[in-house]
């Protein structure tokens, strides 16, 4: 296999992304929407990858997409913790809400769907699903892997955004500052969840765990981002919580003894005695 050149800048803020999203199965328009890239930027870097060995085309039809070789999979294995993490964070059934300041032209065919009180139109812009009512747009974000869920929420921010954007130059509309919609969930690997979802659905209000199939196998979906980060920080309180319980097991050690000791005198009369005159021939 022949090397291309990348410098140390490139591979962590380019290269190493877009491996791991071969890594998932987007393909290249899908990792431009993503990162805010062109297509052809994307596509760039792919056919240097592909010259190198470390991704390789596969034709669906008429859409082309990539696959990782063995080389580059060992290559991200030993990327995993230096230049980017694991990347195990998923975020799904996550829209984003932008209310409409002033309507814009709208075609004529626009109103297909009509319900009680809004019209809705599920369609595309951008490649991502996008939902008209009467007071507000609402994306629909594609399922996102990222490696934090700080990072998952920047990320699906970004993409909105630029969809927001598109949307108003499209229809002349005018729209207020995006806001998540309730529901969305960040799902994380984990291998209690994994034994646990074979047999019992468990949930609380902010967390959940459940039996899927495939890749979802043994996931915790949480339900806000706020549960994701307390999630993170467990094993940090944990053993906050371990110091703690250590430092109170020495003072109850120390106490006891110390018990133990006037257990001892009241027990003993004549040693409190001779105690009670070493103490008074001390003074003296």
Same mark, same amino acid.
């Given at each position: 296999?022949?090397?291309?050149?990348?410098?140390?800048?490139?591979?962590?803020?380019?290269?190493?992304?877009?491996?791991?999203?071969?890594?998932?199965?987007?393909?290249?328009?899908?990792?431009?929407?993503?990162?805010?890239?062109?297509?052809?930027?994307?596509?760039?870097? *792919?056919?240097? =990858? +592909?010259?190198?060995?470390? @991704? #390789?085309?596969?034709? &669906? %039809?008429?859409? !082309?997409?990539?696959?990782?070789?063995?080389?580059?999979?060992?290559?991200?294995?030993?990327?995993?913790?230096?230049?980017?993490?694991?990347?195990?964070?998923?975020?799904?059934?996550?829209?984003?809400?932008?209310?409409?300041?002033?309507?814009?032209?709208?075609?004529?065919?626009?109103?297909?769907?009509?319900?009680?009180?809004?019209?809705? *139109?599920?369609? =595309? +812009?951008?490649?991502?699903? @996008? #939902?008209?009512?009467? &007071? %507000?747009?609402? !994306?629909?974000?594609?399922?996102?892997?990222?490696?934090?869920?700080?990072?998952?929420?920047?990320?699906?921010?970004?993409?909105?955004?630029?969809?927001?954007?598109?949307?108003?130059?499209?229809?002349?509309?005018?729209?207020?500052?995006?806001?998540?919609?309730?529901?969305?969930?960040?799902?994380?690997?984990?291998?209690?969840?994994?034994? *646990?979802?074979?047999?019992?659905?468990?949930?609380?209000?902010?967390?959940?765990?459940?039996?899927?199939?495939?890749?979802?196998?043994?996931?915790?979906?949480?339900?806000?981002?706020?549960?994701?980060?307390?999630?993170?920080?467990?094993?940090?309180?944990?053993?906050?919580?371990?110091?703690?319980?250590?430092?109170?097991?020495?003072?109850?050690?120390?106490?006891?003894?110390?018990?133990?000791?006037?257990?001892?005198?009241?027990?003993?009369?004549?040693?409190?005695?001779?105690?009670?005159?070493?103490?008074?021939?001390?003074?003296?």
């Amino acid at each position: 296999m022949s090397k291309v050149k990348f410098d140390f800048t490139t591979v962590r803020t380019k290269v190493i992304p877009i491996l791991k999203r071969v890594e998932v199965g987007d393909y290249p328009a899908k990792i431009g929407r993503i990162y805010g890239w062109s297509r052809q930027d994307v596509c760039y870097y *792919l056919k240097k =990858l +592909e010259k190198a060995g470390m @991704v #390789r085309r596969q034709v &669906r %039809s008429s859409a !082309v997409f990539y696959a990782l070789t063995p080389r580059s999979k060992i290559f991200l294995a030993r990327c995993e913790g230096l230049l980017m993490s694991s990347g195990v964070y998923r975020l799904h059934k996550c829209q984003v809400r932008y209310e409409i300041l002033a309507e814009g032209v709208l075609p004529k065919d626009f109103r297909r769907l009509e319900m009680t009180n809004w019209t809705a *139109l599920l369609g =595309l +812009e951008q490649g991502v699903k @996008v #939902r008209h009512t009467s &007071r %507000s747009w609402i !994306v629909h974000v594609e399922t996102l892997y990222g490696r934090s869920p700080a990072e998952l929420g920047a990320m699906a921010k970004g993409l909105s955004d630029r969809v927001a954007k598109a949307l108003m130059l499209k229809y002349g509309c005018r729209l207020g500052e995006g806001r998540f919609c309730r529901g969305y969930e960040i799902a994380i690997d984990d291998p209690v969840a994994q034994f *646990l979802s074979r047999y019992f659905t468990v949930s609380t209000p902010n967390r959940k765990m459940d039996h899927s199939l495939g890749e979802l196998e043994g996931e915790i979906d949480h339900l806000s981002r706020d549960a994701a980060v307390e999630y993170l920080l467990m094993p940090e309180r944990v053993k906050s919580l371990e110091g703690k319980v250590e430092a109170l097991h020495m003072d109850l050690t120390e106490l006891i003894a110390a018990l133990k000791q006037l257990f001892d005198l009241e027990s003993n009369p004549e040693k409190r005695q001779r105690d009670k005159m070493r103490a008074d021939t001390y003074r003296t």
